[in-house]
Nanobody
Framework: QVLLVESGGGLVQAGGSLRLSCAAS????????MGWFRQAPGKEREFVAA????????DYADSVKGRFTISRDNAKNTVDLQMNTLKREDTAVYYC?????????????????WGQGTQVTVSS
């Protein structure tokens, strides 16, 4: 079992930046592919970014590519999401997730562990 706790959400103006962090505890963190998802009110949970166990491979949704960067520190058991040039449409609850498989994945059902979420609100 892996426990995930997100932090770093908040209110930011459009064009600004935020850095989300996810702290993991429990079984070996380095064995998990990690991802970030988000869910806006009235919408389904959507994929944002994923990172491989070593950190050597990443994947991004088209809507955030070039603006968001996912990274991990296996020594500290953390995975971060640096969000730049934020837009109003980035407003959502952001969730950290982990999966036991080694391949990157975009489908939420492929993830085994989830954090409680952190709210990101982008104002105009």
């Amino acid at each position: 079992q892996v426990l995930l706790v997100e932090s770093g959400g908040g209110l930011v103006q459009a064009g600004g930046s935020l850095r989300l962090s996810c702290a993991a505890s429990g079984r070996t963190f380095s064995g998990n592919t990690m991802g970030w998802f988000r869910q806006a009110p009235g919408k389904e949970r959507e994929f944002v970014a994923a990172i491989s166990r070593s950190g050597g491979s990443t994947d991004y949704a088209d809507s955030v590519k070039g603006r968001f960067t996912i990274s991990r520190d296996n020594a500290k058991n953390t995975v971060d999401l640096q969000m730049n040039t934020l837009k109003r449409e980035d407003t959502a609850v952001y969730y950290c997730a982990g999966r036991n498989g080694f391949a990157l994945a975009r489908n939420p059902v492929q993830y085994d562990y989830w954090g409680q979420g952190t709210q990101v609100t982008v104002s105009s």
